[in-house]
């Protein structure tokens, strides 16, 4: 928010550079209240609120300054606007029309690259979603594949093996009466430890 003591100064620094270069200065402390009001702390050509903040110099770019719409003319009430800085020097050296012409430039170049980022986040997730069905594919294709197997073993009778979801192998089998579980990395190895038994 910009305090009234900052408005003064704005008010006193433009009225000495308009004496300075000879310039009109017709605009009273009421006049110059009338123009803040009207504003409402707001740059009445871009609408962006006024601010302070500096812009890696000393100079504020979006501070209020007085900008005359016809420079050919001095400054008076019905030729003066609120304006941020940044605006006031590219309007009082080109005017309204190259600064649309760029303000259009800006705001197409930003949404195209925006559009652009668009597009690579959803081809990127695309990307990973077809990546995350091929691993469930692939999942669903081993627990498949190791499905529940029966094997013959004469001394011990009849058992299943099957690949757990932590990746372990388990043999379920009967041994000497009792229904027994056997674990293992592979299958190989439970192969192994099943034709211990």
Not at 73 to 80: F, I, K
Not at 134 to 162: D, I, M, P, W
Request: net charge positive; aromatic share 8%; charged share 30%.
């Amino acid at each position: 928010m910009i305090d009234d003591r900052t408005y003064a100064l704005i008010y006193r620094t433009t009225r000495k550079n308009a004496a300075t270069r000879g310039l009109l200065f017709d605009l009273s402390r009421d006049d110059f209240a009338e123009l803040v009001a009207r504003a409402d702390s707001k740059c009445e050509v871009s609408g962006l609120p006024f601010s302070l903040e500096r812009a890696g110099s000393f100079r504020r770019p979006f501070a209020p300054s007085i900008d005359r719409v016809n420079n050919q003319l001095g400054y008076q009430l019905s030729n003066v606007r609120l304006v941020c800085v940044i605006t006031n020097f590219a309007l009082s050296d080109w005017g309204i029309a190259p600064l649309l012409r760029l303000a259009r430039a800006l705001d197409h170049r930003e949404a195209t690259q925006a559009e652009r980022r668009h597009e690579g986040l959803r081809q990127q997730i695309e990307t990973l979603q077809a990546e995350a069905e091929a691993l469930r594919c692939e999942v669903a294709a081993l627990h498949n594949q190791a499905g529940r197997h029966v094997l013959k073993n004469r001394s011990q009778g009849t058992g299943t093996f099957s690949l757990r979801k932590d990746g372990r192998w388990e043999s379920k089998c009967w041994r000497d009466g009792k229904r027994v579980s056997i674990y293992a990395r592979t299958e190989a190895e439970l192969l192994l430890k099943l034709k211990e038994l």
